[in-house]
């Protein structure tokens, strides 16, 4: 693998490296050692998927409070996405900075997303699948998200956004927080 890093404090755009023979081909999608040289969380608690049927679905953003908070390491199978990141930890040089990442099923890229970041993905393609591990437990009761539209994070969304959950459209806007995000 290899560790690209991003414009955001403890993200990382990871590589994979296939190896290729006459079958195909075979690449490491995770390894403790690896991600334990850059000093990446790799104790992964739970595997997730998620399949979104069109084009323009926004999942996101999310994230749960401590001590539920999450690493995150993010792939998608089938079709193409684009992964939006926010780093919501107050004490960071790039707080409340974002980035985008296309992720797609050809691109062999996958995003590791740190605790104290806000999730999410827009579908570029229809029939679209993915996959995460995630470092902790869900647990509903510390789940908690940023408004996509939020004007204080100004995120220019690459395609327009069609399917969205009641969940995520009515997330509060940052303005309107009486405490800290994360
Ligand atoms: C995240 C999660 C959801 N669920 C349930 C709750 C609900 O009934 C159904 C769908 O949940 P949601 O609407 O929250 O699914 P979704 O919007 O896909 O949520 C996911 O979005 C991306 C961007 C992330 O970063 C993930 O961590 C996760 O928050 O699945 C679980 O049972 N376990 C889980 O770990």
Not at 13 to 25: A, F, Q
Not at 88 to 98: G, K, M, N, T
Not at 122 to 136: G, I, N, R
Not at 150 to 170: F, R
Request: charged share 25%.
């Amino acid at each position: 693998m290899k560790f690209h890093q991003t414009n955001l404090n403890d993200a990382w755009l990871i590589e994979l490296e296939p190896r290729g023979d006459s079958r195909g081909h075979f690449a490491r999608t995770m390894c403790h050692d690896e991600f334990a040289r850059h000093g990446l969380i790799s104790d992964f608690v739970q595997q997730n998927m998620s399949y979104s049927a069109q084009r323009g679905t926004l999942r996101g953003l999310h994230y749960q409070r401590r001590p539920y908070a999450e690493a995150k390491l993010i792939r998608c199978l089938r079709g193409a996405i684009v992964d939006v990141i926010v780093d919501i930890r107050e004490d960071s040089s790039s707080y409340l900075q974002h980035q985008l990442f296309e992720l797609t099923d050809r691109n062999q890229q996958q995003l590791y997303v740190p605790p104290g970041f806000a999730h999410s993905f827009l579908t570029l393609s229809d029939d679209v699948e993915v996959s995460y591990l995630v470092s902790a437990p869900y647990h509903p009761a510390s789940e908690d998200g940023l408004r996509y539209s939020d004007e204080a994070l100004n995120i220019s969304w690459p395609t327009p956004i069609t399917v969205l959950s009641e969940k995520d459209a009515n997330w509060p806007l940052i303005s309107e927080r009486t405490e800290r995000l994360f």
